[in-house]
């Protein structure tokens, strides 16, 4: 297992230190299939002999390569769309007036369509196909007819060297070709469509992924004209995909599993059904229920973003809703997603309303809320005729969506009834909604449903609707049903974790690693009976064989309560899922749910500012000054006397949501109330914002006595970086001995305070060798994965031995210092596909993903992980620097030279180069994107690829975005990002950049292999 | 851009009292839909997901009161039965009504949409006085199902409160699924012609597919339908290249005449082609014997292995009897299709004579057309494809 880029030159050199026999290119995304084909281009598989497993080059390159694909459909006899392939602007042109506008453009060998985008004229054109032909890895696009009002059908298929294959799953997607099916609603099995259609795409399926080849899994999809039988297939993924993922989690069918055994030469029928473990895995599974995917998309935490949704992916993370009809399947996806929604009506606020015109374009360019929009369009009157023409989503969904409307309205009007309220429970009501509507506490809603003896059942996913007895232990919940399909055994006392739910900005992977491991730390420690609440369809934990029961349900404190009567568990642990779980803690612990671990009462001391900040004054450790208020005017005068700038937040809320700094009065009157808008039961907390200073973080386990310190992890951004966004270092490189000492004493009093039973998270500010505390996370952190494998020793096995009050073992306090190692953990953003989205970092998180690589020297490390999430780090060339404020340039003024001494040519706007050719001789000026007519041009040394990267650092502060946008930095930004070229925007980067470079000049990346955990 | 509008109906006969009572006195509560009367009859299940307009009208139904396991039915309507291809076979139904005595789903969409819909599912029921249930617990059923065995049971569909002890004691002594003759309301009572190619082919209707006779039309034959006890006089009286014998309903031992049929065809070594009973039909003409499954095969996931070539295939299926696979050494006929699940008996070939059958469907509708080349295989028996090359 190696921590490298996924790139041709790191992985030849793994392949040439481990020289296997074959290599799999199906399982790690577009970025692995890209790679492969690279690697095939550049004849490195031949070199070595490695043996592609599964589907072959020529077969991954007949579906990648438009025309090649468009070819190969048309030998097999499944039709494709009018299209061209086309590398200039100029051709572009001339297809588009030959299929007239509106047309798509498609970008070859991208990830998520990235890039792509429809054309109304030819101005459109021009921006998206430039765009276009920049990201495209060949330089090609493609133009087609626009259908976006077709219905959009996928199929999985499976299969073998033999040619045996089958369709896993189908898919539709609600809101039809219009939009992206990686942002799309998309339910499992289809349901509009008839068994002529379905078997015809059943069979073009078959037929197109038999033509080109494909060995294993891969993903087909379609567009079918509503009005008639006509189809068109629009592409073939030939990998593991999100679509297979969810298909995975849809039908119980392990995808990658057997696909994997499939490249290994299995034939479909050797291959046991994992369910049934009788019956064989060559067979198309039958879902008796219906399942509904709904895309998490966190614009809120973007600026500027532009929240309409079409053919360019722009959802962080996704939830699948299980139940036997789609109103219930669809509502419990909303509630999963974790955005304050209790389902698709009577939500806490109803988000305004909106005129007739401006529903109609609402519904005819959806965004984020389009089936929100939808249930308005019907409270409004619109029929579902006319809902269907402007937004071409299928009357049949609608009709769902008009009988929630419909629930809804009955639920405000009359008596509450058992009828009544078996009708809304069957429909994916939550017993908050009904509260709601009824002026009741979701508690009494609770008493007056199971009165009635209104409960759900707990069902089976078998892959075979019931027809043969299955011992799987993949269940969901639904009132769609009258028995539970398991039974559990009343002595047998078992222990539920609770997963992180959604991918979302600020909790990723790393959330599903820590319950994972808690799952097997609780195992390994000899509890038989662990399982799992989660409902992202991506991730391990929802795998059901990595635990006793695995329950594909929302993280809501209804649902849970429903499975814990269900269970009777031992107890809850609520720490290793990220905010989603945590925040159950307080309201579990309420109803009697045993929390494993720290008790919720020390978790709210935590949390709760003002008791966490008394604690901290008993122990003499300081904080940044902060105050707690409710009230405007004490704010104000707070902000005033402290003097701006101060971070606001809520008092209790994990990862930084609603946090902001904030410059000014007028902002801050804004942000207060943004903070108790998402937390209205606590009151907001102000406080000091230090700058120039180190942020720190410690990961650490705790069994209330002793405390095992993971690792002190640096920042390499200075504070105000939100800790999800900033790249993090161990050991610190920074920090002096006694400073590291301070954190250590403060880390042991802190943990044994609050009696943390488990993982924990401490945040520290150090400001002129003083160390500060931000704040304590009772819970296991964004960072413990990347702390637990560099130093080897997994934080998350060990709080499981805390929870359950087994010994620590004896882990030298220090064992961190002693690594020899760097670890470096660099943040992925994904600013591209937010068109609009501003990449200049500030206190709230918005990376999506990271990258973790060690090395031995701190810049071996990095240069590894700055590649990793996509920086080109050039050996000769041009940056453009353009920096605001004196004191920033001053800052620079070494890297620069550095830069120039390495032989780069160093291009600059009017005031920074003028500061800087005094200081270090010859910058070329350029100008602004804003002046067109002034040349030389950023715009056209972009666009001619004359920058390799830019050093671009807003003005006084990255932080003063909110006060107001620097347009033209803004443009900067956003130009360079949309051609792929680097952009830092914050010193530290820079100069560890600039640094790397120059390492790079001198020395080469290690390429080793990571070493397994210690054993304890 | 302007479109066509998407046909929309809604339901108009659902939400009427509706029980389903079974002989071991379960008695489900569900509501009504379709049709208002009481039906008796052997309750089964469906686990396909798409498909239901064919499915109810496959006569191999009948008698039987289906469950389809999948929770959402009649989303897309149905279409109209009026409509025929041009050799005059209905384009969208497998026989000209509904042949299912009643139909339980636990939801069942009171809207439907499609662009070839002529009705809901539930006004279709109404108009061929069928009942329908839903709001039933189709999982448990199906669970119930599997556990037991198929059983007999009542479905009530009623504009008014049911009195069940009187449905029971109906129930009790309304004939048993086992011992009803089917021939006499499934098979045709004359000769049927469809197509006017030179050659042709008969197919020995014992409740045969409309599918069946479209892919032998595929093929480039005329189709000649005769009823299920035609004389092997009759049929060669056609001068046929080949003859089918068709799926169908109940026990194959209750239509003897057919097998006797059977035997001269194998004996005439007439190319001969059986499919589900049919297949049952040929076995017992060869001397195989035939058993009730404990709950039939009935759905589109049926994975079938090819012992040609060890190919495995998904298959549409639809049958409670099957041939046992140990009566197979004694008897003329080689295996030819496992499944690849149970290792039941899905296909025989017989040993020196021009004469194949499958347990599944080849023909689809519902389900997959994967096996089409069954068809291709007759064609091959009937030495057509070696005359064209030559």
Redesign the interface.
């Known amino acids: 297992m190696y921590l490298l880029p996924v790139n041709p030159q790191y992985v030849e050199s793994v392949v040439e230190k481990e020289r296997p026999d074959g290599i799999m290119l199906a399982y790690g995304g577009q970025t692995a299939l890209n790679c492969g084909v690279k690697l095939e281009e550049l004849g490195i598989l031949q070199k070595y002999g490695i043996k592609v497993l599964g589907t072959q080059i020529p077969g991954i390159q007949r579906t990648e390569d438009r025309q090649l694909f468009k070819d190969s459909m048309g030998q097999c006899g499944v039709p494709v769309l009018k299209s061209k392939t086309v590398k200039n602007f100029d051709d572009a042109k001339k297809i588009a007036e030959e299929l007239g506008y509106p047309v798509i453009i498609r970008v070859a060998y991208t990830l998520g369509g990235r890039g792509g985008g429809v054309a109304y004229n030819e101005i459109e054109l021009h921006e998206i196909v430039e765009r276009g032909l920049k990201a495209s890895l060949v330089g090609q696009v493609l133009i087609e007819e626009y259908i976006g009002h077709w219905k959009q059908i996928e199929y999985e298929v499976m299969q073998d060297y033999d040619g045996n294959n089958v369709i896993v799953c189908n898919m539709e997607n609600v809101l039809a070709m219009k939009v992206h099916t990686g942002d799309n609603i998309v339910v499992a099995p289809s349901q509009t469509i008839d068994n002529h259609e379905y078997h015809m795409l059943r069979s073009a399926a078959l037929r197109a992924t038999k033509h080109v080849g494909i060995v294993g899994e891969c993903n087909i999809q379609y567009a079918l004209e509503p009005n008639s039988d006509r189809y068109v297939a629009i592409e073939i993924n030939p990998r593991l995909s999100r679509s297979s993922a969810l298909a995975s989690k849809a039908t119980g069918y392990p995808l990658a599993y057997m696909s994997a055994k499939i490249g290994l030469g299995y034939n479909l029928s050797e291959l046991v059904n994992r369910i049934t473990k009788s019956t064989t895995a060559c067979f198309e599974p039958s879902l008796d229920y219906i399942v509904c995917k709904h895309p998490r998309w966190d614009f809120s935490k973007f600026e500027l973003v532009n929240r309409k949704l079409g053919p360019t992916m722009k959802s962080v993370g996704e939830v699948m809703g299980i139940g036997r009809n789609f109103e219930e399947s669809f509502q419990k996806a909303i509630r999963m997603l974790d955005i304050g929604n209790d389902g698709l009506v009577l939500n806490r606020t109803n988000g305004g309303n909106l005129n007739e015109e401006q529903l109609e374009e609402k519904l005819s360019h959806p965004d984020d809320q389009i089936l929100y929009n939808v249930a308005r369009a019907i409270k409004a009157g619109f029929s579902v005729e006319r809902i269907n023409n402007l937004s071409a989503i299928d009357p049949w969904f609608i009709e769902k969506i008009k009988n929630i409307v419909k629930i809804e309205h009955k639920l405000s009007n009359e008596e509450l009834g058992k009828p009544l309220l078996w009708e809304a429970k069957k429909h994916g009501f939550s017993d908050k909604q009904i509260a709601r509507a009824k002026d009741k506490t979701p508690d009494e809603v609770r008493k007056i449903r199971k009165d009635f003896g209104i409960v759900p059942a707990v069902k089976q996913i078998d892959t075979l609707a019931a027809e043969w007895p299955a011992v799987t232990n993949y269940l969901y919940l639904t009132y769609g049903g009258t028995s539970h399909d398991v039974k559990i055994d009343p002595g047998e006392k078992g222990i539920l974790v609770l997963g992180a739910g959604p991918y979302r900005i600020g909790s990723s992977v790393e959330f599903d690693w820590g319950t994972v491991n808690m799952v097997w730390g609780l195992q390994e420690n000899g509890e038989k009976n662990v399982s799992v609440v989660n409902c992202n369809p991506e991730t391990v934990s929802t795998d059901y064989d990595i635990c006793t029961r695995l329950y594909f349900e929302e993280l809501t404190q209804e649902r849970i309560l429903d499975i814990t009567e269900f269970e009777n568990p031992k107890g809850v642990i609520t720490c290793v899922g990220g905010q989603t779980a945590n925040n159950l803690t307080p309201g579990l612990a309420k109803h009697n749910i045993n929390i494993l671990g720290t008790s919720a009462i020390d978790v709210d001391r935590a949390e709760d500012r003002s008791k966490f900040s008394a604690e901290l004054d008993k122990l003499h450790i300081q904080q940044p000054r902060w105050q707690a208020f409710s009230n405007l005017n004490e704010a104000k005068n707070f902000a005033q006397e402290v003097e701006f700038p101060v971070i606001v937040r809520p008092s209790y809320v994990l990862s930084g949501a609603a946090m902001k700094v904030v410059w000014s009065q007028e902002e801050l009157k804004t942000y207060v109330k943004e903070a108790t808008d998402v937390s209205p039961d606590h009151p907001v907390v102000i406080s000091k914002f230090m700058l120039n200073s180190l942020e720190v973080d410690v990961d650490g386990v705790s069994n209330g006595k002793e405390v095992i310190i993971g690792a002190i992890v640096e920042h390499i951004d200075s504070a105000g970086v939100h800790s999800g966004d900033a790249m993090m270092c161990i050991p610190p490189w920074r920090l002096n001995n006694k400073t590291i000492e301070t954190i250590t004493e403060y880390t042991t009093k802190i943990a044994t305070t609050f009696n943390v039973k488990g993982p924990f998270n401490l945040q520290f500010l150090v400001h002129d060798n003083h160390v500060y505390v931000i704040e304590l996370n009772i819970r296991a952190s964004r960072s413990m994965p990347f702390v637990s494998k560099l130093v080897k020793t997994n934080l998350i096995a060990l709080a499981a031995k805390a929870i359950l009050d087994k010994p620590l073992p004896d882990i030298p306090k220090n064992k961190w210092q002693k690594i020899h190692n760097y670890g470096i953990k660099v943040p992925q953003f994904s600013f591209m596909q937010l068109e609009g989205a501003d990449i200049a970092l500030g206190v709230e998180m918005q990376s999506t993903g990271e990258a973790a690589c060690f090395g031995n020297s701190f810049y071996d490390a990095l240069s590894k992980g700055l590649t990793s999430v996509g920086y080109n780090l050039p050996e000769t060339g041009a940056a453009l620097v353009t920096v605001g404020g004196a004191q920033n340039k001053e800052k620079l003024l070494q890297s620069i030279a550095l830069l120039k001494n390495l032989g780069f040519k160093i291009f600059a706007t009017e005031h920074t180069a003028e500061f800087f050719e005094e200081k270090i001789g010859e910058i070329e000026v350029v100008h602004k994107i804003s002046e067109p007519e002034r040349k030389p041009n950023i715009a056209d040394l972009l666009y001619e690829r004359k920058i390799n990267f830019i050093i671009n650092i807003p003005s006084t502060s990255t932080l003063e975005k909110y006060v107001g946008m620097l347009e033209d930095e803004y443009q900067i930004r956003r130009k360079s990002l949309e051609l792929g070229v680097p952009v830092l925007t914050t010193i530290e980067l820079a100069d560890s950049f600039v640094k790397t470079l120059e390492w790079l000049k001198n020395n080469k990346t290690t390429i080793e292999p990571i070493e397994p955990y210690d054993p304890f | 851009?302007t479109?066509?509008?998407?046909t929309?109906k809604k339901s108009s006969h659902a939400n009427k009292f509706g029980k389903l009572i079974f002989d071991d006195g379960t008695v489900l509560d569900g509501m009504g839909f379709g049709y208002s009367t009481t039906v008796f009859g052997e309750i089964v299940?469906n686990?396909?997901?798409?498909?239901y307009?064919?499915t109810l009208t496959d006569p191999s139904y009948s008698g039987q009161i289906l469950t389809l396991?999948?929770?959402?039915v009649g989303?897309?309507g149905v279409?109209d039965p009026t409509i025929k291809d041009e050799d005059g076979i209905s384009k969208?139904f497998e026989s000209d009504r509904i042949q299912v005595r009643g139909l339980v789903v636990?939801?069942l969409?009171e809207?439907?949409?499609?662009?070839?819909m002529a009705m809901t599912l539930d006004e279709w029921l109404y108009n061929e006085k069928i009942p329908g249930i839903s709001g039933i617990?189709?999982?448990?059923l199906?669970?119930k199902l599997?556990n037991s065995g198929v059983m007999m049971a009542a479905l009530v569909v009623s504009d008014t409160e049911i009195d069940v002890e009187q449905v029971k004691k109906e129930l009790a002594s309304a004939p048993h699924y086992n011992s009803e003759k089917f021939m006499d309301t499934v098979s045709t009572k004359q000769e049927e012609v469809y197509g006017s190619d030179e050659k042709s082919v008969v197919v020995i209707d014992t409740g045969a597919k409309n599918a069946i006779l479209r892919n032998i039309r595929k093929l480039g034959y005329k189709v000649i339908k005769l009823p299920w006890n035609a004389s092997i006089e009759k049929i060669l009286s056609y001068n046929p290249k080949g003859v089918v014998i068709s799926n169908g309903p109940g026990d194959p031992l209750n239509c003897p005449d057919t097998i006797d049929t059977a035997k001269k065809l194998i004996e005439k070594n007439v190319p001969t082609l059986g499919i589900c009973l049919g297949a049952q039909i040929i076995g017992l003409a060869g001397n195989t014997e035939t058993y009730k499954l404990k709950y039939g095969h009935r759905?589109?996931?049926?994975?079938c292995?090819n012992l040609d070539n060890?190919?495995?295939y998904?298959t549409s299926q639809n049958h409670g009897y099957g041939i046992d696979p140990d009566s197979l050494k004694d008897s003329e006929f080689n295996l030819w299709f496992k499944n690849?699940?149970?290792k039941t008996v899905e296909g025989i070939k017989h040993k020196t004579q021009n004469c194949i059958a499958v347990q599944f469907h080849p023909e689809?509708?519902?389900?997959?057309?994967?096996c089409k080349f069954v068809f291709e295989e007759l064609k091959h028996l009937m030495g057509e494809e070696k005359a064209a090359k030559e």
Request: hydrophobic share 30%; net charge negative.
């Open positions: 851009m479109r066509v509008t998407i929309t299940f686990t396909g997901m798409v498909g307009p064919e396991t999948y929770p959402l989303n897309y279409p969208f636990h939801e969409s809207t439907a949409s499609h662009w070839n617990d189709t999982r448990e199906t669970k599997r759905g589109q996931n049926k994975p292995v060890n190919q495995v998904v690849a699940d149970d689809a509708a519902p389900g997959p057309y994967d």
